[in-house]
């Protein structure tokens, strides 16, 4: 007989050490032939992390996924592992010794390096045990690490791939530079922070040709933002069309402060709208100038240092940080008299996403893989450049987005992307394999590499042969420029083969306000207490049911407990069915044929059943998890129990012949498909059903069709 009441905190933990026991996580241990694959790569969460309602959300999904297939017959793998997150782990153990007094150059890079890797082996593995609290049914013998001795051997394989192509090169760029963690950026890893800030709108006089006598007449007067860079300014800019400047452009002006003589040049690319129409051209410091100063061969002069302090100005500002420059120059261009009037004005500050400093933008040497051009050798023959390819994956419908809409985000960004610059001045990460180098990869150039570096590569492994490539990629929204796109370039490019067929972009968990979820807004839930209150099963069911085509989820906890009433439900009517069959086992078909003989309440759960079973499949085809959960319990509650199960009880009393079997046959159904969903509660009552053919455990049962 089983327990009155369900307790997940009893069952969970003891199912999960079940399944580990059978092996049947792991695709070479599962039983049958089983000829075709279904693989996911779990999209690494990084070492630093423990897991948030995102993760919850999108480990379910997959384990939904996973679980279906398993049960249909496929030969499946879900591959688990952790991401070294260069700058994340680097920044959670800075902080650490900040608490010490001490900074990473105290202990310099080998003693710091030692530091982090302790901190990964003690905390690395929070969020793998919370996975499997959840119940993910990932194969953990196949565990990897962006940083364990295979994927670096990977990693350095794909660098000298690229970098023997001609596609990885070394040059002097403007980047987006971070003086805090003293590391460059690439453009996704730049957060903005709106700010009251000022429109400074100065004077710049124009040289007057054969004039001797001192000019007093025309000057040009641009808008800016920051002051401060002026002195790094080599030209003025307008708009050709721009009535107003016509008479100045190709005239020289002279630069306040520094007195510099520089051109004032028409440019399409100059916004007419934008304060005066006129503006300052600082090649060395903004990337729309750099850009126009390669058009018309200005000379760049860098005037902010790495540090943040200004260099090659003015005796009386050099070596001043930024925003003491910034109050200078301004007080003295209005004491000379080139400051015409301030503005407020809004503007959009550049800040690192890890630590939240004020970036610059400045000339450094960086490394960088060429993402647009096209590189004739090894072959004579042009080959497509990567940005190229991996936009031909999606439109051609190798590769396809679910929902649609998220191709535009992936498009857009693959067609304006500029090289990528893939090298960091941070310590934690792969160090870039060439002599004397000593900046380190950025931490996606890895992750890239992820669906078949888990698999092997670059050896032609049995893995990779059999299981790449993947089928289904489940992630966030965020990360599709950051890391879809550049998986699906670098499977092309490695493999000759898009790294996965569909992009399931799952729902953003929000408020039930409709606020982002954040720890430190304190509007966050951790989904490990949701565990703890309701048990795993239902923290999956009430996550999934609220998944709606392509909707944000706006959390709502008292689903989850209508999840553990579900449970409930489940339970008792499982001590209603095994207590008509205390002392029997049956034989349960595949399929229960109707016969004649039957009660109209038998042949319509039965009709009904047969209604759900392709409901269902054909909801969970089309990523429709949330209806899916929601004709499971529809039929299970108001079909089984509300009709079915009140109906039987007449049917017992009158002696029916079908009545146990349909019972059995009914709810052994229900389990096998809400397995997926809830898979401890499943596999619990399927280990006490009286079945003649039961299998070691429901995870290999046949999935009904
Ligand atoms: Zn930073």
Redesign the pocket.
């Known amino acids: 007989m089983i327990e009155k009441v369900y307790d997940p905190k009893k069952v969970e933990d003891r199912i999960y050490q079940f399944w580990l026991k059978t092996g049947f996580f792991n695709p070479d241990k599962l039983p049958g032939k089983r000829k075709k694959k279904f693989v996911i790569a779990l999209p690494p969460p990084n070492v630093t992390g423990s897991l948030h309602m995102g993760h919850a959300l999108n480990a379910t999904i997959q384990d939904i996924l996973i679980r279906q297939k398993r049960m249909q017959g496929f030969k499946t793998l879900w591959i688990p592992g952790t991401d070294h997150a260069g700058i994340a782990t680097q920044v959670k153990v800075e902080k650490e010794l900040k608490k010490e007094g001490k900074t990473r150059f105290d202990l310099g890079r080998e003693k710091f390096l030692e530091r982090v890797w302790d901190w990964v082996k003690k905390y690395g593995g929070i969020i793998l045990e919370q996975f499997k609290k959840l119940g993910c049914s990932l194969d953990w013998s196949r565990n990897r690490f962006t940083m364990d001795e295979k994927y670096c051997e990977a990693v350095n394989y794909a660098f000298w791939h690229y970098y023997k192509k001609g596609l990885i090169y070394k040059g002097k760029r403007l980047i987006n530079w ?1 003086k ?2 003293k590391t460059s950026l690439s453009d996704l890893e730049v957060e903005y922070k709106k700010e009251k800030g000022n429109l400074w709108h100065v004077k710049y006089p124009i040289k007057e040709e054969g004039s001797r006598k001192k000019e007093v007449g025309r000057y040009i007067v641009v808008a800016t933002t920051r002051p401060e860079t002026m002195l790094g300014d080599t030209a003025v800019a307008v708009n050709p069309k721009d009535k107003r400047y016509k008479e100045f452009v190709g005239k020289i002006a002279i630069l306040p402060l520094v007195n510099r003589e520089i051109p004032v040049i028409a440019d399409q690319r100059v916004e007419m709208e934008f304060g005066t129409g006129a503006v300052k051209v600082t090649p060395a410091h903004d990337f729309l100038d750099y850009e126009i100063s390669l058009s018309h061969k200005l000379p760049m002069v860098q005037v902010i240092n790495e540090e943040g302090k200004m260099v090659n100005v003015p005796k009386e500002f050099e070596g001043l940080d930024v925003f003491e420059a910034r109050k200078k120059v301004v007080e003295k261009l209005e004491k000379e008299g080139f400051l015409v009037k301030v503005e407020p004005y809004e503007i959009s500050l550049p800040i ?1 996403y ?2 939240g ?1 004020v970036l610059e933008i400045l000339p450094s040497e960086q490394w960088f893989l060429k993402m647009d051009a096209t590189h004739p050798p090894p072959s004579r023959k042009r080959a497509p450049s990567l940005a190229k390819e991996a936009i031909k994956a999606v439109k051609s419908g190798k590769v396809k987005f679910v929902p649609k809409r998220f191709e535009k985000i992936y498009l857009d960004w693959l067609n304006s992307t500029r090289d990528w610059c893939i090298s960091r001045q941070i310590w934690w990460g792969h160090k870039i394999p060439i002599e004397g180098e000593e900046s380190v990869l950025d931490t996606w150039f890895s992750s890239a590499l992820w669906p078949f570096a888990t698999l092997g590569w670059p050896k032609k492994t049995k893995d990779l042969k059999e299981f790449y490539p993947t089928d289904v990629l489940v992630t966030a929204r965020d990360i599709i420029n950051l890391w879809v796109a550049r998986m699906v370039f670098s499977g092309i490019e490695f493999l000759k083969k898009e790294p996965f067929k569909y992009v399931f972009i799952n729902p953003t968990v929000l408020t039930k306000e409709g606020k982002r979820m954040s720890k430190s807004l304190g509007t966050g839930i951790d989904p490990m207490d949701l565990i703890e209150k309701y048990g795993a099963d239902a923290t999956r069911f009430g996550l999934i049911w609220q998944v709606k085509t392509g909707q944000d989820l706006r959390f709502d906890e008292t689903i989850i407990q209508m999840g553990r009433k579900f449970s409930n439900k489940i339970w008792n009517a499982t001590r209603y069915t095994l207590l008509q069959i205390p002392n029997s086992k049956f034989q349960i078909p595949k399929k229960l044929k109707i016969s004649k003989k039957m009660t109209k309440a038998q042949k319509e759960i039965i009709k009904s059943l047969e209604k759900t079973i392709k409901t269902v499949n054909k909801n969970l085809e089309k990523f429709e998890f949330g209806k899916a959960a929601e004709n499971l319990y529809h039929f299970f509650w108001h079909q089984f129990c509300d009709k079915y199960i009140e109906e039987s009880k007449k049917e017992i009393k009158e002696g029916n012949p079908f009545t146990k079997k349909v019972l059995l046959y009914v709810l052994l159904k229900s389990l096998i498909l809400l397995h997926p969903f809830i898979p401890f509660i499943t596999e619990e009552i399927y280990q006490k059903l009286p079945l003649k053919n039961k299998k070691t455990s429901i995870m290999i049962e046949d999935w009904p069709s």
Do not use: I, K, L
């Open positions: 971070c805090r963690c690192c890890r630590c400093e």
